[in-house]
């Protein structure tokens, strides 16, 4: 059998070799912090687990919010034999390995087998196609883990075939709650030291965690190692913490609030058109160990909301900040951040776009799937063409102009308006070229 999948490792094994994340991994649905949104005591994912009745599924959710865990509980729990492999590490060929397996324990036993493919969207459209006989046949049941969104990473046919969970950031007090069980659990943690900790630490952990759970674990157990005095019963302070992150205390408030604070400082100094008040509150995040991708999709957002056709290149300035950062890395990444925060600080606003979007969603959610005018569908067969579908279509660019008056709206939803354009910037040449093309059917924009 191939080295590159493997049954979970047992809970002695993991005790005498493994580090403290990994150790206080739960082994049972009732240990599992956090999720409630899909493991709560009536969630439907939780009594299939329960009742080893599991469909084909794909958990997605950023680092440390639990794949790996649930996959691990539903190993201890199903009577299915189970299975996991990397994505990153194996291929068609490990893959098949396993598949002659199930179908041994499915013919000889009448036994299920349950695959758990981490990084599943490591995969490429090849080594995914080779699950889809296995998972309709019933071969397989397939977890895959994934922290990409799985309408871009994962194959149609796939994900057809599955049902996806979203799995969420761990909330401060989700993540206060796992620290807190490894220093008191003395079998898998620190509960024979009999390690304190102040609240302080305690927060600063989670605050600094960014909803990771192995991200705070590991955090607590190389602080343990940094205390001086490590005896029963000692303290764990914030200054054991910073030693662990390597980061600065003034950054960070007792309450946990700092972080938020700051975040919507650098937003709203943006917003307010206020570039000195934007690069310092950038400045403050990162110098306290903020994710520098995390301030860039920010950027990017705000550029689309608050700046938007007012300045079409903010959005592009965004990006390549954000690009230029992956490319470049710390210790110099910050110096495209920096350009993109000032730009875009200093462009003219506008959030026309962003409301214009939210009033049709208003109307998508009222009115639901109204039917599309039949002159702007398409007519590629014949029997669409006997329909009218495509009938009297006027194609713009054969009209003075490259313009002609045409409804497009479905007819439920005729005159109304969603984009505003405001006077700022490129705009207002957009609300002018709007009002020349049709001025009756744009008074606002007269």
Known sequence: MSELFTLFPSQKQKELESPLADRMRPVS?????????????????????????????????????????????????????FYSISAVMAGVKELKEILEIATRHRRLEGKKTILFVDEIHRWNKAQQDA??????????????????NPSFEVIGPLLSRTKVYVLNPLSLEDLKMI???????????FGKMNFKIDEDALSFICETSDGDARRAL???EIATNLITTPSSGAMIRRIDVEQA??????????????????????IKSMRGSDPDAAIYYLARMLEAGEEPLFLARRMVIFASEDVGNADPQAIQVAISAMQAFDFVGM????????????????????????????????????EGALPTPKHIRNAPTKLMKEL?????????????????KEEYLPEKLRGKKYYDPSENGHEKEI???????NPSKNPRLK
């Open 245 to 266: 992150l390597q980061k600065k205390s003034l950054l960070y408030d007792k309450s946990g609030e700092e972080h938020y604070n700051l975040i919507s400082a650098f």
């Open 29 to 81: 649905l009732d240990e599992i912090v956090g999720q409630k949104s899909i493991l709560g005591n009536e969630k439907p994912l939780r009594q299939q687990i329960k009742n080893d009745h599991l469909p084909s599924l794909i958990l997605w959710g950023p680092p440390g919010s639990g794949k790996t865990t649930i996959a691990r509980v539903i190993a201890q729990e199903t009577k299915a034999a």
């Open 218 to 220: 590991n955090t607590l």
């Open 131 to 148: 699950l889809l006989h296995h998972l309709e046949d019933g071969t397989i049941t397939l977890i895959g883990a994934t922290t990409e």
């Open 331 to 366: 210790p110099e990444g910050w110096i495209p951040l920096a350009q993109a925060a000032t730009y875009l600080a200093s462009a003219p606003k506008s959030n026309a776009s962003y409301m214009a979007y939210k009033k049709a969603k208003e109307d998508v959610e009222k």
């Open 179 to 189: 620290v807190q069980r490894a220093l008191q659990d003395s079998k898998r943690g």
């Open 431 to 437: 609300k002018e070229h709007l009002c020349n093309l």
């Open 388 to 404: 009218d579908y495509g009938k009297g279509y006027r194609y713009p660019h054969h009209y003075e102009g490259h313009y002609v």
